[in-house]
């Protein structure tokens, strides 16, 4: 233990000394031996929230797709309760638990949002599933009932987090969660 301390204080003492080695005047880039650029921009944009008054009753967390204001509500009969961005007006509540057809065990976290045309879409990993599944949200909504574009199964892969999308049918796949501390 006393040899782990020690070798940790040397290397900490000597990590300074070689990085700013490589400084002569020190204001050059040790890294990259060049003058950092330095961007100007001509004009500043001060953002500002909006206090909207929206209850979506059993709501854990939100997430913007196109027009759509959606709150995941995991712990109620349907998952997600959508909104209109601009009215603030309620479209109606989708994707339901359970186990049968288009049912969903496990409350779903998008994953990402896709437009397509006029066509809103919302994918999510389904962990029961084991699949990444495309809520069309346009057409749900249009139809009063979830309406499913597709479902990517990835029955050889276990313990997602996160996909991210690259090019035409290939994903990125994250196994960690940051936000918990137990993986």
Do not use: W
């Amino acid at each position: 233990m006393k040899t782990c301390m020690l070798k940790s204080a040397l290397f900490l003492s000597v990590l300074p000394a070689v990085l700013l080695s490589g400084c002569e005047d020190g204001s050059s880039n040790l890294f990259l031996g060049k003058k950092p650029k330095t961007v100007e921009f001509k004009r500043s944009v001060d953002l500002a929230g909006e206090r909207i008054s929206i209850e979506s009753f059993g709501a854990e967390d939100l997430f913007v797709a196109d027009t759509f204001l959606v709150f995941i509500t995991p712990k109620l009969d349907k998952c997600y309760s959508v909104f209109s961005t601009t009215g603030y007006r309620h479209h109606g509540n989708l994707v339901s638990r359970g186990q049968g057809p288009g049912e969903f065990v496990f409350p779903v976290q998008p994953v990402f949002t896709e437009k397509n045309g006029d066509e809103v879409s919302v994918a999510f990993y389904d962990t029961n599933k084991s699949a990444l599944v495309y809520l069309n949200l346009t057409r749900s909504l249009a139809d009063s009932r979830p309406v499913f574009d597709k479902m990517r199964e990835f029955r050889e892969i276990q313990g997602i987090y996160k996909l991210f999308p690259l090019e035409e049918g290939k994903m990125f796949v994250d196994y960690c969660d940051f936000e918990r501390l137990d993986q």
